[in-house]
């Protein structure tokens, strides 16, 4: 065991024999005289000076760690040196053991073990520490003597590798993969008596090293194998995985076995490492000439896999209070490993079975051997508590191509995690581009990045006649690599024109067909440009194989100056045969499928149409409460008002204004607001509302009109009425006057709509309502849809094996209603009655979506109100069978759909039939031919917009999944220039209303570019019914300095988002306007 000789473990003088000589014995006595000095110093010195006695205590501490921390790195090299020395021993005493204390050649039987290797390797070894003394000695020292003037006085005065040679535990041939190679892996374990010492002579500082220890996996790959000595033409090795380090430290880095830096340092030392022989880091040596190094050094990628990380169940409750009597929660979140590749997931608050719903993708460079590592943490004010670790072999995911599966956390208690590994091939042709991009459209992720749809792997060989730099002195060139928003450097060759990089890159591609490669060859300093190159991906989808190998022609350069690349995509295909394979099913399933000896026909007889026939013992119909389905609809038609008061007076009132009026209307609660009108004493609003109502005695409507302000509005005037009066009345068409005001009355169109089961009458109504149009985009309803949620049956269990908590989510295009949650129960019972308004019945779909306390997903039925037509009276009443779930899962439902017949419609009737009777009878009707819209502040009409400045390339959904709205702001092109040198644009939107302008949002200004790429996506947290009454105000604005006269807005456009389906997502361009239009 190496020890320090300045510690207490140094023998003491006392012990001495007699029979030593009175010279030894003296000095002795003086070493430990010394010793005692040494220790007592720190505490007089502290005292004579005044110091702090916590000083002391501190020193105290950071010595006795530091020794602990020594101790034990000892311990473990002088361990580890006794296992490799008695191996054959130790697995004989230990052949009982558990399988992971055993060495590779036992737990695998495909690993042989070599000792006769290793047998050369120790008859070598003191040649090996000879051409390792040399080399530091005559090569790296006088480098790093020249590299800083602080570094002058630097040696290597000791240099030993010591009698304990590396050691090979076994070694494993593939010899299922190329033919044209040669590949090993290596199982390296080394635990040395190495002892390298470094002094600097200048500033009097020895440091060193004393014992290494490393253990890992080293892949050696020989090719290509070629006709001709030496056989093969260049070595290639790395490691697969990080390996395990452990360094003794000596001299002043004794400092780096201090508690805490100890990890430091050793990281450190492992992330150099790491970024030289650790995946898809790789050092080649090549044999032969003429070698394509770069492409051994990074060959392609074997694939790619999408990792979709799910959710979390049972995990370990770390927050406990009271110092574990009562138990916490925890805030857990996932790091995600493969190879260097590092991905952290957000972290959610307090629950111990989180939902993530994150996706990454991962480039597989090696396969077998690589594997995905999952690691759950507690986020921590301090330090971040362990939940579990699980790992996959990603050889596992490329043979089954979907892997859908929960994975045990090991080295906790509890928990487990939900993985959706899907393995992506690497495809040279583009004929399937089209269908991958369409669908990664279909999905949705909380990652910025969206799906990638290709890879592009760009290997830079070398540069020709490179300009000069000033004072015709030779450049140091590198090179810049950016495809959209990700930039990679190449490293810098020193001191010539001509230099030869050997380097390769990868990137993810969202779509090829749009995006492209620039390139620039710059300085070392990287201010002085020698010459840029764009390439379009779109011409490497017209080239064979989807590679380009060639010179090109550098832009901005010299004349002769060209760059050799060699360019190659591959498409990212997802097998269509490929099925999630569960390589370790969970014992108790959630399953999707049935036990053994279940019978399908007995659980899932089917009726006509597909639908299961319910069991005897079940109800075959709903019970609704006798009031089910009686709610009515009103329709309010804010037409106009006249004379109101004047609200925006000047000079006290001498001189009179306007008012900027706008409507306020409360009805059950809910209430609704018109759009502002400028500067009008008379304005006209032209909008529409509907709500759903129940018919309570003394029910009122309350209509408040207010002039808009800056500060606060204005009362305009109010007036009620009552529900009764207008159901009595069913129609009405006239103006109210206004109370608590000088003047002002309000003209409006109210009608409460029979509700009919006469299918025939639905033509009749969507004809009327398509010829309607209304300043606030509102489209007439056609029917109204009540829904009875009665009972569910056969719902499967929890994943712990537990039974649900099952909840049902109603949906209707955007609008969604949740029931109560139910006790754990696999045949939940609700007895709950929803109802929704329908612009169109054969267009529209009904989703009904169950779930474990709005998070496990139990199934889902989808409805198509088409097939509700159908249905007798346009009522559907029967057990539905439930996607996603068990065979036998079911639902009870009620869907009834009443058509809403409006008056209007039937004055529109045509000659002669029924509608044309109808014309006949004394009906008010509203024309609003006479109103003079156009000229109205307030309105834009379609098609007029002549004075167009450019268009803008958005995109707008709805995330369900997320519960998020998303703009993204793609481009823009054609727009009108500012100035003499174009315009500087950005986008800057906000979502109305909103007071605060907490929606509000900006790009990145683009320099003098009239056809700008801005690629920025945003996101709100709105429900669907928020997003669908919002509307997007969006300007193209020209960046300006605060004193210059340059135009600022290049143009707008406005857009409602309920006339937009949010759910699919629309991409479009879309005409700017100047302001004065």
């Known amino acids: 065991m190496m020890r320090d000789s300045r510690g207490p473990a140094a023998p003491a003088a006392p012990a001495a024999s007699p029979g030593r000589p009175a010279a030894e014995r003296a000095v002795s006595a003086l070493w430990a005289f010394g010793r005692s000095v040494a220790a007592v110093l720190p505490v007089y010195l502290a005292g004579y000076y005044g110091l702090s006695i916590s000083l002391v205590l501190f020193g105290l501490m950071l010595y006795t760690g530091w020794r602990h921390s020594r101790l034990e790195k000892e311990k473990k090299l002088k361990s580890a040196m006794y296992l490799l020395e008695n191996e054959k021993e130790f697995t004989t005493e230990t052949v009982f053991r558990a399988k992971r204390d055993l060495p590779h050649w036992v737990n695998f039987p495909e690993v042989e073990k070599v000792e006769w290797l290793n047998k050369i390797l120790q008859q070598a070894w003191p040649f090996v520490g000879q051409y390792l003394e040399k080399l530091l000695v005559e090569t790296i020292a006088p480098a790093i003597r020249a590299s800083s003037i602080h570094l002058q006085t630097l040696s290597f005065t000791k240099v030993n590798l010591g009698e304990k040679a590396v050691k090979l535990v076994g070694v494993k041939a593939h010899t299922e993969q190329d033919k044209r190679q040669v590949m090993l892996d290596l199982y390296l374990s080394y635990a040395g008596d190495v002892e390298i010492n470094v002094e600097i002579k200048k500033y009097f500082c020895k440091a060193g090293v004393k014992g290494v220890q490393l253990h890992g996996k080293l892949r050696v790959i020989l090719e290509p194998l070629i006709g001709d000595v030496p056989l093969v033409g260049a070595i290639t090795m790395f490691f697969i995985r990080r390996p395990k380090l452990d360094i003794n430290w000596t001299g002043l880095t004794n400092l780096l076995d201090i508690p805490g830096l100890n990890a430091i340092s050793d990281t450190m030392i492992m ?289 002769a100056s060209r760059i050799y690349i060699k360019i190659v995509l591959r498409i990212l295909w997802l097998s269509d045969d490929a099925t999630p394979m569960t390589p370790s099913p969970r014992p108790s399933s959630s399953g999707s499928g049935m036990s053994q000896g279940d019978n399908a026909s007995d659980l899932n007889p089917e009726g006509p149409g597909g639908l299961t026939v319910p069991q005897s013992t ?265 996607d996603g779930a068990l065979p036998e899962s079911q639902i009870l439902l009620r869907v009834t759909l009443k058509i809403l017949d409006t008056q209007l419609a039937l004055c529109r009737g045509s000659p002669g039939g029924a509608g044309g009777e109808a014309a006949g009878e004394v009906l008010p009707r509203w024309d609003p031919s006479h109103l003079d819209l156009k000229h109205r502040s307030g309105f834009s009409m379609v098609g007029e917009n002549t004075n167009s400045t450019g268009q803008v390339k958005l995109t707008i959904g709805y995330s369900a999944e997320e519960s998020r709205l998303f703009i993204t702001v793609h481009s823009c092109r054609a727009l009108t220039a500012c100035s003499k040198d174009g315009a500087d644009p950005y986008v800057s939107f906000i979502l109305l209303p909103d007071k605060k302008a907490t929606t509000k949002r900006r790009t990145a200004t683009k320099k003098r570019d009239l056809n700008p790429e801005f690629n920025e996506r945003f996101d709100f947290e709105f429900s669907l019914e928020e997003a669908t009454q919002k509307k997007l105000d969006l300007s193209v604005k020209h960046s300006v300095s605060f004193m210059s006269r340059e135009r600022e807005l290049i143009g707008k456009v406005q857009l409602d988002l309920d006339q937009i389906d949010l759910r699919t997502g629309v991409t479009k361009w879309h005409d700017l306007v100047a302001e004065s239009s």
């Open 271 to 559: 992330d150099a490492i790491a970024s030289h022989l650790v995946l898809p880091n790789r050092l080649t040596i090549p044999l032969v000439a003429d070698l394509l190094v770069a492409q051994l050094r990074s060959p392609l990628p074997r694939g790619v896999v999408r990792i979709h990380l799910l959710e979390a169940e049972n995990l370990t409750a770390k927050d406990t209070v009271i110092k574990g009597l009562i138990d916490g929660k925890s805030d857990p979140y996932a790091v995600l490993r493969v190879g260097t590749q590092i991905f952290t997931s957000h972290h959610v608050d307090s629950n111990l079975n989180p939902q993530w719903r994150e996706m990454y993708e991962v480039i597989v460079h090696e396969v077998p051997g690589q594997e995905l590592e999952v690691e759950v943490f507690d986020k921590d004010p301090d330090q971040d508590d362990f939940l579990g670790r699980v790992k996959v072999d990603l050889d596992i995911v490329k043979k089954a191509r979907i892997v859908d599966d929960w994975f045990s956390l090991r080295d906790v208690p509890s928990g487990s995690v939900h993985l959706r590994l899907e393995w992506l091939s690497l495809l040279s042709s583009a004929d399937r581009l089209s269908e991958v991009i369409q669908k990664n459209q279909n999905l949705t992720a909380k990652t910025a990045d969206p799906p990638s749809a290709a890879i592009l792997a760009v290997y830079l060989d070398q540069a020709y006649e490179l300009p000069m730099r000033k004072g015709n002195k030779d450049p140091s060139p590198m090179v810049q690599i950016s495809v959209q928003d990700t930039t990679k450097e190449s490293r810098t060759c020193y001191g010539t024109n001509g230099p030869v990089w050997e380097d390769a890159f990868t990137f993810f591609i969202q779509d090829p067909r749009k995006q492209d490669i620039d390139i620039q060859v710059k300085d070392d300093d990287r201010s002085f440009s020698l010459g840029s190159l764009t390439i379009s991906l779109s011409r490497l989808l017209e080239s064979p194989e989807l590679t380009l190998d060639q010179w090109f022609q550098l832009e901005n350069s010299g004349s």
């Open 618 to 882: 079940r109800p075959q119909h709903t019970t609704p409460h006798p009031e089910f389905a009686t709610e009515g609809v009103l329709r309010i038609h804010l037409v106009e008002a006249q004379n109101l008061i004047a609200k925006d007076n000047f000079m006290g009132g001498m001189v009179k204004g306007k008012s900027d009026p706008y409507v306020k209307v409360r009805v059950a609660g809910i209430t609704f607001r018109s759009h502002t009108i400028k500067e009008n004493l008379n304005p006209v609003w032209n909008e529409l509302f509907e709500v759903i109502l129940t018919q309570l005695p003394g029910q009122e409507i309350q209509f408040e009109l207010f002039d808009k302000d800056l500060d606060q509005d204005d009362f305009l005037g109010r007036f009620k009425l009552n529900l009764r009066d207008i159901i009595s009345a069913q129609f009405i068409d006239t103006w109210y006057t206004l109370n608590d005001v000088k003047s002002g009355r309000v003209h409006l169109v109210l009608e409460w709509l029979p509700r009919v089961s006469d299918l025939p009458t639905l033509e009749q109504v969507l004809q009327y309502q398509s010829q309607q149009s209304y300043q606030n985009k509102v489209l007439p309803s056609a029917a109204v849809l009540f829904v009875y949620v009665e009972r569910a049956h056969g719902l499967p269990l929890k994943k712990n094996g537990k039974e649900p908590k099952a909840g049902a989510e109603i949906i209707l295009k955007g609008v969604s209603f949740k029931t109560k949650i139910c006790e754990r129960s696999t045949s939940p019972r609700w007895d709950e009655a929803f109802h929704f308004l329908v612009r169109d019945p054969r267009d529209e779909t009904l989703t009904v979506k169950l779930s474990h306390s709005w998070g496990q997903a139990l199934g889902s039925l989808t409805v198509p109100l088409r097939e509700v037509l159908a249905e007798p009276d346009l009522v559907l009443d029967r057990w539905l069978s439930l």
